[in-house]
């Protein structure tokens, strides 16, 4: 039974010390509207803490619960002259001050007995006389403290009589109680057992008279946390929890007496803390709690304020480092707590592939991420899909397009969110699961659906200004090239009249025919600079012919035998129609690239194969990569040049000279890994049966 009554005097202690805490915590933190007491009370409620603490840990009878106890008592007593100034009336009381500093002494006075009692220990009637002056000091103290609350409270006007009456019942019942307790002592000769063990009571009902007058509104009791105020106070709930428990089984074990006793007292502290130390740091705990508190506590799971100013900080935070695209993704995943995410952005060939990763390098995306058809049902749809419905079945009309299949080979994929800008699709973001995963309901389609409206302007307005900065580089370079076009012009002019006249009056036959050697070489290199800038108006314009194609890949590695290893694997014969200059010239492009990007003793591999009807090269090499964003914002841009001195319209070019042949080229990179350029083109048969087809058309039409 003793064991029992200590441990609940124990306990209640502890929980008295945490509600004076808390409160005091909450009254740091409330500062406006209510009076000039409220750092006085907060630090009254914080020293009576210490106080309990005190008594739990070292006893009530110990030197550091007598001195922190008369503290606490000091406090009280500024917190309630303190009170007198809510009404300015402090400034009008003149006895109010005397009295508060009389008490105070007389409070004073108790370290002078602490000190008597240190120093005649173990002497019955000298701890006796020193009993009898604390008591009477004590009683002197409480005396005078209630009749400062009363005067508080009745000379109080009515309207501040109801902030002050809360505070007012929480100072009576701290003088009330001790009042009764020395009362006791000082008739009896002996401190009361019972109403020692729990003097903790005092702390606990002062604290909730606090809370009860800090959350009266007119009358009205409403509680309103904040969804962080309530994680934080969960989790310091939990943690005290923890704490009860392990102090209540350590004392446990320490009070069986047994000689393995203190053994398994350190044995459990030390796996408790282990435990404690695995746990309380996880993510996925502090997502569990985040979840349970949304769903028991709150009317709506988002505190839709805090979710817009994070937001926006995200998206307002510049920098190279974090690139527009990247922030989008962190700004939809900080929503959902999601630890990662991907971009999806569209590409000029149709489809959508890889714009952007954030804290996501793990997964594979294929150079075509999202098809047309997918494009074409999120933009009618608006839909946002959940992968884990369709991987229980729950699919409902979403078609296969819109879920390819390397979504589902990562078993983290957890939502595709659509980015909507006037109902045209600029992007999808792929979110990985969070640590805590749940099932997306209405609340979280109709939050992440408007910020996926949001993000898809400011990308829509970024790729608008992109547009058209590259057309006005296009203007300046067109004027540029303008000018030397007439200079070259005129040259090869001049150089042809020069060439004419010297097969007519040059004296020396063998200078005439060296003269003429060499002037017609000049002319013609002129004249095919000529042609080839203008070319970029009608890019593979020229007559297209049949031809082998391995042979002209064949051709374009011979040109680099001399100083560079190009490797043709396996070829298949295979005849297009095409412009064999042009497609020179991008293959060119495209093998002077990738022996750029790779080590000197590293060879750069063309492959051609026929693949449905088209004939498919592929330039591959080991070099360093590019990142999805060069891929997506700079490599088939003019003008962006990673060479000193480049004009940055190679890779530009190549893939418009095979546009213009009806081709199509596509490039897969892995930054440290290398890049594969893939050039595909029709066939002869299949070229043929697309132009009769365009033919049947016109005739019909």
Same mark, same amino acid.
């Given at each position: 039974m003793d064991l029992?009554?200590?441990?609940?005097?124990?306990?209640?202690?502890?929980?008295?010390?945490?509600?004076?805490?808390?409160?005091?915590l909450w009254l740091n933190t409330a500062r406006r509207g209510h009076g000039p007491a409220i750092n006085a009370a907060a630090a009254a409620l914080a020293l009576a803490a210490l106080w309990c603490f005190s008594v739990a840990g070292f006893g009530g009878e110990s030197v550091a619960s007598e001195l922190l106890?008369?503290?606490?008592?000091?406090?009280?007593?500024?917190?309630?002259?303190?009170?007198?100034?809510?009404?300015?009336?402090?400034?009008?009381l003149g006895p109010i001050r005397p009295v508060v500093f009389t008490l105070a002494f007389v409070?004073?006075? @108790?370290? !002078?007995?602490?000190?008597? %009692?240190?120093?005649?220990? &173990?002497?019955?009637?000298?701890? /006796?006389?020193? $009993?009898? +002056?604390?008591?009477?000091?004590?009683?002197?103290?409480?005396?005078?403290?209630?009749?400062?609350?009363?005067?508080?409270?009745?000379?109080?006007? @009515?309207? !501040?009589?109801?902030?002050? %009456?809360?505070?007012?019942? &929480?100072?009576?019942?701290?003088? /009330?109680?001790? $009042?009764? +307790?020395?009362?006791?002592?000082?008739l009896g000769g002996d401190i009361p057992n019972l109403l020692g063990d729990l003097r903790w009571l005092p702390v606990l009902g002062a604290a909730g008279l606090l809370a009860l007058g800090l959350l009266r509104n007119e009358g009205d009791l409403r509680l309103r946390p904040s969804r962080g105020f309530a994680f934080q106070s969960f989790s310091l709930l939990l943690i005290g929890a923890y704490l009860v428990v392990m102090v209540v089984v350590a004392k446990g074990l320490a009070y069986a007496g047994s000689d393995y006793g203190r053994v398994l007292q350190t044995g459990f502290v030390l796996l408790a803390s282990l435990v404690a130390l695995t746990v309380l740091p996880s993510a996925r705990l502090r997502g569990?709690?985040?979840?349970?508190?949304?769903?028991?506590?709150?009317?709506?799971?988002?505190?839709?304020?805090?979710?817009?100013?994070?937001?926006?900080?995200?998206?307002?935070?510049?920098?190279?480092?974090?690139?527009?695209?990247?922030?989008?993704?962190?700004?939809?995943?900080?929503?959902?707590?999601?630890?990662?995410?991907?971009?999806?952005?569209?590409?000029?060939?149709?489809?959508?592939?890889?714009?952007?990763?954030?804290?996501?390098?793990?997964?594979?995306?294929?150079?075509?991420?999202?098809s047309g058809e997918g494009i074409r049902f999120f933009e009618e749809s608006q839909f946002i899909l959940d992968l884990d419905d369709i991987r229980q079945g729950r699919a409902g009309e979403v078609p296969a397009a819109a879920r390819p299949a390397w979504l589902f080979e990562d078993s983290s994929t957890w939502a595709l969110v659509p980015l909507l800008h006037y109902e045209r699709l600029v992007g999808v973001i792929l979110l990985a699961r969070p640590p805590v995963a749940r099932r997306l309901d209405w609340e979280d389609f109709d939050l992440l659906r408007v910020v996926g409206r949001q993000l898809a302007s400011y990308l829509a307005e970024q790729t608008s200004q992109d547009a058209l900065g590259e057309v006005q580089r296009f203007d300046e370079f067109n004027r540029r090239i303008a000018f030397v076009m007439h200079d070259i012009k005129n040259l090869a002019s001049q150089l042809s009249l020069l060439a004419r006249n010297a097969e007519k009056h040059a004296d020396k036959p063998e200078f005439r025919a060296d003269?003429?050697?060499?002037?017609?070489?000049?002319?013609?290199?002129?004249?095919?600079?000529?042609?080839?800038?203008?070319?970029?108006?009608?890019l593979g314009g020229q007559e297209r012919q049949e031809f082998d194609l391995a042979a002209l890949l064949a051709k374009v590695a011979d040109r680099y035998r001399t100083n560079r290893e190009v490797v043709l694997?396996?070829?298949?014969?295979?005849?297009?129609?095409?412009?064999?200059?042009?497609?020179?010239?991008?293959?060119?492009?495209?093998?002077?690239?990738?022996?750029?990007?790779?080590?000197?003793?590293k060879p750069v591999f063309l492959h051609l194969r026929a693949e449905a009807g088209s004939a498919v090269v592929e330039v591959v090499d080991s070099g360093e990569g590019m990142s999805p964003d060069?891929?997506?914002?700079?490599?088939?841009?003019?003008?962006?040049?990673?060479?000193?001195?480049?004009?940055?319209?190679?890779?530009?070019?190549a893939r418009e000279?095979?546009?213009?042949?009806?081709?199509?080229?596509?490039?897969?990179?892995?930054?440290?890994?290398?890049?594969?350029?893939?050039?595909?083109?029709?066939?002869?048969?299949?070229?043929?049966?697309l132009r009769a087809m365009q033919q049947h058309m016109k005739e019909v039409a």
């Amino acid at each position: 039974m003793d064991l029992a009554w200590s441990m609940a005097s124990y306990l209640g202690c502890i929980v008295a010390a945490c509600a004076a805490v808390a409160m005091s915590l909450w009254l740091n933190t409330a500062r406006r509207g209510h009076g000039p007491a409220i750092n006085a009370a907060a630090a009254a409620l914080a020293l009576a803490a210490l106080w309990c603490f005190s008594v739990a840990g070292f006893g009530g009878e110990s030197v550091a619960s007598e001195l922190l106890l008369v503290v606490s008592n000091l406090a009280w007593l500024w917190m309630l002259y303190r009170l007198f100034g809510y009404d300015q009336r402090d400034k009008s009381l003149g006895p109010i001050r005397p009295v508060v500093f009389t008490l105070a002494f007389v409070e004073l006075l @108790q370290f !002078a007995l602490i000190a008597a %009692r240190l120093q005649y220990p &173990a002497q019955p009637d000298a701890e /006796l006389l020193i $009993l009898r +002056f604390a008591c009477t000091f004590r009683l002197l103290m409480c005396i005078g403290g209630l009749v400062l609350v009363h005067n508080l409270y009745v000379g109080a006007s @009515q309207q !501040a009589r109801l902030t002050l %009456r809360w505070p007012a019942a &929480a100072l009576a019942f701290v003088f /009330l109680y001790d $009042l009764n +307790f020395y009362t006791i002592a000082y008739l009896g000769g002996d401190i009361p057992n019972l109403l020692g063990d729990l003097r903790w009571l005092p702390v606990l009902g002062a604290a909730g008279l606090l809370a009860l007058g800090l959350l009266r509104n007119e009358g009205d009791l409403r509680l309103r946390p904040s969804r962080g105020f309530a994680f934080q106070s969960f989790s310091l709930l939990l943690i005290g929890a923890y704490l009860v428990v392990m102090v209540v089984v350590a004392k446990g074990l320490a009070y069986a007496g047994s000689d393995y006793g203190r053994v398994l007292q350190t044995g459990f502290v030390l796996l408790a803390s282990l435990v404690a130390l695995t746990v309380l740091p996880s993510a996925r705990l502090r997502g569990w709690l985040r979840v349970t508190l949304s769903k028991n506590l709150f009317q709506h799971r988002y505190d839709y304020r805090s979710e817009w100013l994070r937001f926006t900080d995200t998206i307002g935070r510049a920098g190279q480092d974090s690139p527009l695209p990247q922030r989008a993704v962190q700004a939809i995943a900080d929503i959902t707590d999601s630890p990662s995410g991907l971009l999806l952005a569209p590409r000029e060939e149709g489809g959508m592939a890889l714009a952007a990763r954030w804290q996501w390098h793990g997964i594979e995306v294929p150079a075509e991420a999202l098809s047309g058809e997918g494009i074409r049902f999120f933009e009618e749809s608006q839909f946002i899909l959940d992968l884990d419905d369709i991987r229980q079945g729950r699919a409902g009309e979403v078609p296969a397009a819109a879920r390819p299949a390397w979504l589902f080979e990562d078993s983290s994929t957890w939502a595709l969110v659509p980015l909507l800008h006037y109902e045209r699709l600029v992007g999808v973001i792929l979110l990985a699961r969070p640590p805590v995963a749940r099932r997306l309901d209405w609340e979280d389609f109709d939050l992440l659906r408007v910020v996926g409206r949001q993000l898809a302007s400011y990308l829509a307005e970024q790729t608008s200004q992109d547009a058209l900065g590259e057309v006005q580089r296009f203007d300046e370079f067109n004027r540029r090239i303008a000018f030397v076009m007439h200079d070259i012009k005129n040259l090869a002019s001049q150089l042809s009249l020069l060439a004419r006249n010297a097969e007519k009056h040059a004296d020396k036959p063998e200078f005439r025919a060296d003269m003429i050697i060499t002037l017609r070489n000049s002319t013609d290199k002129l004249t095919g600079l000529l042609a080839r800038l203008g070319r970029y108006g009608t890019l593979g314009g020229q007559e297209r012919q049949e031809f082998d194609l391995a042979a002209l890949l064949a051709k374009v590695a011979d040109r680099y035998r001399t100083n560079r290893e190009v490797v043709l694997l396996e070829q298949e014969p295979c005849m297009v129609r095409a412009d064999a200059d042009a497609l020179e010239q991008a293959l060119v492009h495209l093998v002077q690239n990738a022996i750029d990007a790779s080590d000197a003793d590293k060879p750069v591999f063309l492959h051609l194969r026929a693949e449905a009807g088209s004939a498919v090269v592929e330039v591959v090499d080991s070099g360093e990569g590019m990142s999805p964003d060069f891929i997506r914002t700079r490599l088939f841009r003019p003008f962006h040049s990673s060479k000193p001195g480049g004009f940055g319209i190679g890779a530009y070019e190549a893939r418009e000279l095979v546009r213009a042949m009806g081709g199509r080229l596509d490039v897969e990179s892995r930054e440290g890994l290398g890049t594969r350029f893939l050039l595909r083109l029709p066939l002869s048969e299949t070229s043929q049966m697309l132009r009769a087809m365009q033919q049947h058309m016109k005739e019909v039409a």
